[in-house]
């Protein structure tokens, strides 16, 4: 049971560069969620899921665009990179179970630096 | 829309408590509390539902103020292995799915 992983851990682009960052779990969870965390800003959402074949906006969606084909696969790309987008990106999954199970789980991050 | 924590750091000898607060303007389903060591994923330490309940986690507990739209984490007989930045993050009351976290608050444990 690998839980929440995401591909790559690390990556440089160069501005206008795209990319895709992959979130994978193995928990059968409804929701999954991209984040990003920038120095005394904390987490902020970007994109979200509420289920296979649906996305919604967070906070911060512009320059983002996310795919859900597969329940357990979460997709996050950058079409077009810009220094401002440079940050550490973190999925999570978390149960639909509303309730004292209502857990959120996050992968390790991934480290994007666009120069 | 961001809850908004309180104090954005604290640093503490070991034994000490410490209290960080989360404030929402708007009505909440949830709150959720995590724990973040540097260069580490945030983990899960409780949640707590809309109900004024408080829960207990080892040395950690938190409450919830649901006509508030509040709660606390309360950190007792402080460890160093406490230390970290906690964070609330937050389910508004229709409960769509969307958790937003609050900023943050550093937590230094000192011997």
């Known amino acids: 049971n690998a839980g929440v992983t995401q591909t790559p851990k690390f990556r440089v682009l160069k501005t206008g560069q795209s990319m895709t960052l992959l979130c994978a779990q193995d928990m059968n969870h409804e929701y999954m969620y991209w984040y990003r965390q920038d120095p005394g800003m904390g987490l902020r959402l970007i994109h979200y899921s509420v289920g296979e074949g649906t996305t919604a906006k967070g906070e911060v969606p512009d320059g983002y665009n996310v795919s859900r084909l597969k329940k357990q696969n979460f997709l996050l790309g950058l079409e077009s990179a810009a220094p401002s987008q440079t940050s550490v990106y973190f999925c999570?999954?978390?149960?639909?179970?509303?309730?004292?199970?209502?857990?959120?789980?996050f992968g390790p991050g991934t480290r994007l630096t666009v120069l | 829309q961001q809850p908004v924590q309180s104090p954005q750091a604290v640093i503490l000898r070991e034994g000490e408590d410490a209290v960080i607060n989360c404030s929402s303007s708007?009505?909440?389903?949830?709150v959720h509390w995590y724990r973040q060591k540097h260069g580490e994923a945030p983990v899960f330490l409780m949640i707590?539902?809309?109900?004024?309940e408080q829960k207990g986690h080892e040395k950690i507990s938190a409450s919830f103020n649901e006509k508030k739209q509040q709660s606390s984490l309360y950190l007792t007989a402080s460890q160093l292995s406490y230390s970290g930045t906690y964070f609330c993050?937050?389910?508004?009351?229709?409960?769509?799915?969307?958790?937003?976290f609050g900023q943050g608050t550093t937590l230094q444990v000192k011997p």
């Open positions: 707590l539902l809309k109900g004024g």
């Open positions: 708007k009505a909440l389903y949830s």
């Open positions: 993050g937050t389910v508004g009351s229709s409960n769509t799915g969307k958790l937003i």
């Open positions: 999570a999954s978390r149960t639909a179970t509303a309730g004292v199970g209502d857990t959120q789980y």
